[in-house]
C-alpha cells in the first residue's frame, strides 16, 4: 500500500479564500484523524471518523473549519474563509480498528499558508 | 497539557546508543508509553509501545522503570536518519478516544 497520501502537499492562499485538503487512507483502515501543527500548540486533534462517520469534532478550532468523509477512501478538511492563523501543517492519518492500541499511520502532511 | 516530560534536545554519535528519557510520574496503571518520531517535512511515525515490561522491536527498545514513572527509549546503533523529534505519549489501552497530548518532543541530532 502507498501509505496514507495527502494533496496538496503545499498550499498558499489569500485570507478570506476557501481552502479544501484531501485525504485518502490506507485501504482497510476504519478510523481516519485530522490533525494540525504548529510551533506554538504542537501536534492537536481536531476531528476523527470510525467507518466514515464524525466521532468527535471537539478539537475543531471554529465554524470556519469543516470536514467530511463521503466514503472510506477519501476524506476532506475544508476551511472557509481562511486566516493567517490557519497557517500550519494540516496531517491526515489513519488505523484499523483491531491495531487500536498501536497509533495510525501519517501522511506527509499539507503545509498551509495563508497570507 | 502533556502528562510526560522531554528533554528539549539531545545529542548521540553515529554508531552509538541513542537513550532518550521520558518522564511519566503521573501515569495511570491502565496507560501505556507510547514512542513515536517525527523526521523533519513528514509525518509522525510510531516506534514502540509498552505498559510495564519491557519492548523490544526492529527499531528499538523501550525501558520501563519498576514504579512506571518514567522510562527510556534506545535506538542501538543510530544513524543519521534517525535525527528527528522523538514524542513520549501515555493514553488509555484499548480507548477509541485519540484526544492525544503531544508534548514538544526530543529534537534528537545524531552526529557523524
Known sequence: DAGVIQSPRHEVTEMGQEVTLRCKPISGHDYLFWYRQTMMRGLELLIYFNNNVPIDDSGMPEDRFSAKMPNASFSTLKIQPSEPRDSAVYFCASRQYRDRDREAFFGQGTRLTVV | ?112
Open chain 2, 1 to 112: 497539557d502533556a502528562k510526560t516530560t522531554q528533554p528539549p534536545s539531545m545529542d548521540c554519535a553515529e554508531g552509538r546508543a541513542a537513550n532518550l528519557p521520558c518522564n511519566h510520574s503521573t501515569i495511570s496503571g491502565n496507560e501505556y508509553v507510547y514512542w513515536y518520531r517525527q523526521i523533519h517535512s513528514q509525518g509522525p511515525q510510531y516506534i514502540i509501545h509498552g505498559l510495564k515490561n519491557n519492548e523490544t522491536n526492529e527499531m528499538a527498545s523501550l525501558i520501563i522503570t519498576e514504579d512506571r514513572k518514567s522510562s527510556t527509549l534506545i535506538l542501538p546503533h543510530a544513524t543519521l536518519r534517525d535525527t528527528a523529534v522523538y514524542y513520549c505519549i501515555v493514553r488509555v489501552a484499548g480507548d477509541s478516544n485519540y484526544q492525544l497530548i503531544w508534548g514538544a518532543g526530543t529534537k534528537l541530532i545524531i552526529k557523524p
